[in-house]
Nanobody, 122 residues
Framework: VQLQASGGGLVQAGGSLRLSCAVS????????MGWYRQAPGKQRELVAS???????NYADSVKGRFTISRDSGKNIMYLQMNSLRPEDTAVYYC?????????????????WGKGTLVTVSS
């Protein structure tokens, strides 16, 4: 399984960017897929995610500004980021997660793409 994130760049505050994450190498239906970010000197944090059942989840700091979506036919996940702020500056990573299944000895798995840098200037 490979996840390839793209779409980062430099944008002024108030601007928009759309990140893409292409998933290849597997036909697995991941339980959860999402976007994380890590700013310099900070821990990686969840930005947005959606579950196989269609439930979405957003960090409070991005609610109303960011939208996560996917194109199932193309195996691509997106993160539309509007009204960007300098504090959104970070490396953004896409993630695909499989839940544990103790019945078959599966402990769960996380797949990560290489990050894409988003820089928001003030």
């Amino acid at each position: 399984v490979q996840l390839q994130a793209s779409g980062g760049g430099l944008v002024q505050a108030g601007g928009s960017l759309r990140l893409s994450c292409a998933v290849s190498g597997s036909a697995i239906n991941f339980n959860v897929m999402g976007w994380y970010r890590q700013a310099p000197g900070k821990q990686r944090e969840l930005v947005a995610s959606f579950s196989l059942g269609g439930r979405t989840n957003y960090a409070d700091s991005v609610k109303g500004r960011f939208t996560i979506s996917r194109d199932s036919g193309k195996n691509i996940m997106y993160l539309q980021m509007n009204s960007l702020r300098p504090e959104d500056t970070a490396v953004y990573y896409c993630n695909a997660h499989l839940y544990p299944n103790p019945a078959v000895g599966f402990e769960g798995m996380d797949y990560w793409g290489k990050g894409t840098l988003v820089t928001v200037s003030s």
